[in-house]
């Protein structure tokens, strides 16, 4: 079975970091290219960021661009989101999901993932 594991929520006050991991199994994961979402509360589940399988290219929503550097380890099956400057805007359940790469670009329609994992929350508070 493929496994999609987010870990690394938590609480934090503002402008400060955090590091969200995604751990996948069961899958070729140097294949998939790997997109980070979030829901707010009382909002839809919107992309964040998404990291392509070849020479790891990159894209951000424009809400996090400068802010959250996200990155991949083939070799540990992981894929990270480094988020820095949180705000409270940041507040939500953050979700890493899986879609096979056929074109080399970081594409991840919310609605063409082939693959979730269960959420990790990050509240940013003071």
């Known amino acids: 079975d493929v496994q999609l594991q987010a870990s690394g929520g938590g609480l934090v006050q503002p402008g400060g970091s955090l590091r969200l991991s995604c751990e996948a199994s069961?899958?070729?994961?140097?294949?998939?290219?790997i997109g980070w979402f979030r829901q707010a509360p009382g909002k839809e589940r919107v992309g964040v960021s998404c990291?392509?399988?070849?020479?790891?290219?990159?894209n951000y929503a424009d809400s996090v661009k400068g802010r959250f550097t996200i990155s991949r380890d083939n070799r540990r099956n992981t894929v990270y989101l480094q988020m820095d400057r949180l705000t409270p805007e940041d507040t939500a359940v953050y979700y890493c999901?899986?879609?096979?790469?056929?074109?080399?670009?970081?594409?991840?329609?919310?609605?063409?993932?082939?693959?979730w994992g269960k959420g990790t929350l990050v509240t940013v508070s003071s």
């Open positions: 999901a899986a879609v096979f790469d056929y074109s080399g670009s970081p594409s991840c329609p919310p609605g063409g993932m082939g693959y």
């Open positions: 069961g899958l070729a994961f140097d294949a998939y290219t």
């Open positions: 990291i392509s399988t070849s020479e790891g290219r990159t």
